[in-house]
């Protein structure tokens, strides 16, 4: 029996009702939720070949016409690819197929219809500031499955929701989709609406924004680009696949060649307004996961750090001596202001802490 658009629904229905995250897809395997970041097996047949390229055809069709036989060559000449599709009245799913050991397997991450708020993903006020900031380098940094995106969508909700701007997004593909409510917002999706980021990106200078949100910093184009996009009073906001603030510095210099890193460290101090870094913390309730947050605002010692006046690691004390004075605060703070408020347990805090006497540093406050 064929794998139908009915059955890929139930799948995402069980897949909500369970709060999973993602959904694995593989051949000869039972499908697979990402609940609360673990992977979970789910009670279901094995999928077949055919079950896969069923699956396939659904979501390859959607976005483009295609037949099946044109649809089975374009899985044949490719490795991976990435794309969207609509379950309807449910959510989007962002997909990436695969072939691994000659094998095919679909990896779906599920979006939500309606657009998170910085609210109820918990994350600090000082994101609304950073958020309706007029220009600048903010950058959202983050391990897979950290939930930039979800981060960077709540950001242009909120100045969607309070500023009347242009906000052009150029992403691969496209997640959340906006409402028009205060802002006038313009998506556009790589290989549907733009070639790819840097053109995109070129253009995006030449259509009057005001903010500019990019999916990803992936070269040096981009980042290049993005900066000077900061440097001439556009708001610009996008992700990275970094850990905190100092990694963001240190990642983002090393990109470029030796020659150009000086370049690259003074127009970084003079762009970048803010690094918002987070990872995933289980809930003391057992209710799923909340952010641990460490924002680093831009300041005359954070620039100082930037350039190679003071040393790198530094910028840890800056950001520290900033909670409650410029916005900036520490993974450890962020931490302990979770604890005191008992959304996580000590031992939560520890694992993710960076200091290793963390829980003895609680007891002299």
Same mark, same amino acid.
């Given at each position: 029996?064929?794998?139908?658009?009915?059955?890929?629904?139930?799948?995402?229905? #069980?897949?909500?009702?369970?709060?999973?995250?993602?959904?694995?897809?593989?051949?000869?395997?039972?499908?697979?939720?990402?609940?609360?970041?673990?992977?979970?097996?789910?009670?279901?047949?094995? #999928?077949?070949?055919?079950?896969?390229?069923?699956?396939?055809?659904?979501?390859?069709?959607?976005?483009?016409? $295609?037949?099946?036989?044109?649809?089975?060559?374009?899985?044949?000449?490719?490795?991976?690819?990435?794309?969207?599709?609509?379950?309807?009245?449910?959510?989007?799913?962002?997909?990436?197929?695969? =072939?691994? $050991?000659?094998?095919?397997?679909?990896?779906?991450?599920?979006?939500?219809?309606?657009?998170?708020?910085?609210?109820?993903?918990?994350?600090?006020?000082?994101?609304?500031?950073? *958020?309706?900031?007029?220009?600048?380098?903010?950058?959202?940094?983050?391990?897979?499955?950290?939930?930039?995106?979800?981060?960077?969508?709540?950001?242009?909700?909120?100045?969607?929701?309070? =500023?009347?701007?242009?906000?052009?997004?150029?992403?691969?593909?496209?997640?959340?989709?906006?409402?028009?409510?205060?802002?006038?917002?313009?998506?556009?999706?790589?290989?549907?609406?733009?070639?790819?980021?840097?053109?995109?990106?070129?253009? *995006? #200078?030449?259509?009057?924004?005001?903010?500019?949100?990019?999916?990803?910093?992936?070269?040096?184009?981009?980042?290049?680009?993005?900066?000077?996009?900061?440097?001439?009073?556009?708001?610009?906001?996008?992700?990275?696949?970094?850990?905190?603030?100092?990694?963001?510095?240190?990642?983002?210099?090393?990109?470029?060649?030796?020659?150009?890193?000086?370049?690259?460290? =003074?127009?970084?101090?003079?762009?970048?307004?803010?690094?918002?870094?987070?990872?995933?913390? =289980?809930?003391?309730?057992?209710?799923?996961?909340?952010?641990?947050?460490?924002?680093?605002?831009?300041?005359?010692?954070?620039?100082?750090?930037?350039?190679?006046?003071?040393?790198?690691?530094?910028?840890?004390?800056?950001?520290?001596?900033?909670?409650?004075?410029?916005?900036?605060?520490?993974?450890?703070?962020?931490?302990?202001?979770?604890?005191?408020?008992?959304?996580?347990?000590?031992?939560?805090?520890?694992?993710?802490?960076?200091?290793?006497?963390?829980?003895?540093?609680?007891?002299?406050?």
């Amino acid at each position: 029996m064929g794998f139908t658009e009915k059955n890929l629904q139930d799948l995402v229905n #069980l897949a909500i009702s369970n709060e999973a995250s993602d959904i694995h897809i593989r051949e000869n395997e039972r499908p697979c939720f990402r609940i609360r970041g673990v992977l979970t097996s789910i009670k279901s047949p094995e #999928l077949t070949h055919d079950n896969i390229m069923d699956i396939c055809n659904l979501i390859i069709a959607n976005e483009q016409t $295609q037949t099946k036989d044109e649809i089975k060559k374009i899985i044949e000449n490719i490795s991976e690819k990435d794309g969207s599709y609509d379950v309807p009245d449910l959510c989007r799913l962002r997909y990436n197929i695969l =072939k691994f $050991q000659k094998k095919i397997a679909i990896i779906f991450r599920i979006i939500r219809l309606n657009v998170p708020t910085i609210e109820e993903l918990g994350l600090p006020d000082a994101v609304k500031t950073i *958020a309706l900031s007029s220009r600048g380098l903010v950058l959202v940094t983050g391990t897979t499955g950290s939930g930039k995106s979800s981060t960077l969508a709540a950001m242009i909700n909120h100045i969607n929701n309070n =500023k009347r701007v242009h906000i052009i997004t150029i992403e691969d593909p496209v997640e959340f989709v906006y409402p028009q409510i205060k802002s006038r917002i313009t998506q556009r999706e790589i290989g549907t609406d733009t070639k790819n980021f840097h053109l995109a990106l070129r253009s *995006a #200078l030449r259509q009057d924004p005001n903010v500019i949100s990019i999916g990803e910093m992936r070269d040096t184009e981009t980042i290049s680009i993005a900066l000077k996009a900061a440097e001439t009073g556009h708001l610009v906001l996008s992700t990275i696949h970094t850990t905190d603030a100092i990694t963001t510095i240190s990642r983002l210099i090393s990109m470029f060649p030796s020659e150009e890193q000086e370049n690259v460290r =003074k127009r970084l101090a003079d762009g970048l307004y803010s690094t918002i870094s987070q990872r995933l913390v =289980k809930r003391a309730d057992g209710k799923g996961m909340c952010p641990a947050i460490e924002i680093m605002i831009n300041t005359p010692g954070i620039k100082d750090c930037i350039l190679g006046k003071e040393d790198l690691m530094k910028m840890y004390t800056y950001i520290t001596k900033g909670e409650g004075h410029t916005g900036s605060i520490s993974f450890d703070q962020y931490l302990k202001k979770l604890l005191h408020k008992k959304i996580i347990t000590d031992k939560v805090a520890a694992e993710a802490a960076s200091a290793s006497d963390f829980l003895k540093s609680l007891e002299f406050e």
